[in-house]
């Protein structure tokens, strides 16, 4: 039994379509299991076809059940067509956020039926994580902890910031995540006040903040976890602000739940922040959603009206970044329950000094 195949169905349902076409890799993966590339599916209530090319027919039946799959020889869209005339749809939902306009006109043109938008059509079902997923979640993550144990051990001034990632990413696959989950941040000194200050040649300096954010996949899903650090001892200063940070982080993994919208939960650590006189320097949000992709649903933004639900994992992630001085930022994934949250994370928040 597929669930996810069925709660698709049940959405076909409430958005009165009769079949549904997926190009986005993640939700083709999502709905099929399948894991490698060039390759759609489409849904309807009564039957479901995956349509790829010889290169992953092979594959296709070893990772999927619950679609019948469709080798195309040399037009995938001609392959679309007849599936679609088999299915007998009327009302056809496609991907609005994803798709090309070349790929929309060539649907439109081939396929005797009305083509209606969609924007989160899956993605609305990926929101809450089933219990495969939380657990590929939580393995990504403890890859994540453990690899933060040995380079706070390893960071040295002297060493450029490209050269840290570097190991920090060898490392992680050395204890068996599959890929980093994005281009990791590593931000020392005046440039840690770069949110997404990527590795550079600059050399990380003694009384540097070095801010590293970063992450891996495991089976497809994704971690995320940022630490700031300071390298040799931290002034008055790099401590008032640290200190600021993790206090609105700590709120706000204490107090969120499911049950508020996206700006109560962005506001519980941007009050405080705003309180000790630094709402000006935190720019970005709260927080995100976090799954088969980086940065998915829900954004926990000062305007977000989405409702926040059980079985959510989002980041917690508040930050100050002071241009031409220095920046902070702590981040922990959690997840939502009804009262709470559990934090999937384990590294100490802690400001260290190494």
Do not use: W
Not at 63 to 75: G, L, R
Not at 86 to 98: D, Q, V
Not at 132 to 161: L, R, S
């Amino acid at each position: 039994m597929n669930i996810r195949l069925d709660a698709a169905k049940r959405l076909l349902i409430e958005k009165g379509l009769d079949g549904f076409i997926v190009f986005k890799p993640v939700n083709v993966t999502y709905l099929t299991g399948f894991t490698g590339d060039d390759s759609i599916a489409i849904i309807s209530l009564n039957e479901s076809y995956f349509i790829t090319d010889s290169r992953y027919t092979e594959q296709a039946y070893q990772e999927i059940k619950d679609f019948k799959i469709v080798e195309h020889k040399s037009d995938i869209f001609e392959a679309i067509k007849d599936c679609v005339n088999m299915m007998g749809i009327n009302k056809l939902g496609f991907e609005e956020n994803y798709i090309t306009f070349e790929q929309y006109n060539k649907l439109k043109n081939m396929l005797n039926v009305v083509m209606k938008p969609e924007n989160s059509f899956v993605e609305s079902l990926r929101e809450i994580k089933d219990d495969t997923e939380i657990e590929n979640i939580k393995k990504a993550q403890f890859i994540t902890d453990e690899t933060f144990k040995y380079f706070i051990n390893f960071v040295k001034p002297g060493m450029k910031e490209k050269d840290v990632a570097l190991e920090m990413e060898y490392y992680m696959k050395k204890l068996g995540a599959d890929d980093k989950s994005f281009d990791f941040i590593v931000a020392s000194g005046k440039r840690s006040s770069m949110p997404h200050g990527k590795a550079s040649d600059k050399v990380i300096e003694n009384g540097d903040f070095v801010t590293f954010d970063y992450g891996c996949r495991v089976n497809g899903y994704c971690s995320d976890m940022t630490r700031t650090i300071v390298v040799g001892k931290a002034n008055e200063k790099q401590r008032e602000i640290y200190n600021t940070v993790l206090e609105a982080q700590i709120n706000a993994i204490n107090n969120l739940k499911s049950g508020m919208i996206e700006k109560e939960g962005d506001y519980l650590a941007r009050k405080i922040i705003i309180e000790r006189g630094y709402g000006d320097y935190f720019g970005h949000s709260l927080g995100h959603g976090v799954g088969l992709e980086i940065h998915e649903k829900p954004f926990m933004g000062p305007r977000g009206t989405n409702l926040l639900k059980s079985g959510m994992v989002v980041t917690v992630e508040p930050g100050i970044y002071i241009p031409d001085f220095s920046g902070v930022r702590i981040e922990d994934m959690v997840l939502l329950k009804e009262d709470g949250v559990i934090d999937l994370t384990n590294s100490p928040k802690e400001l260290i000094e190494v």
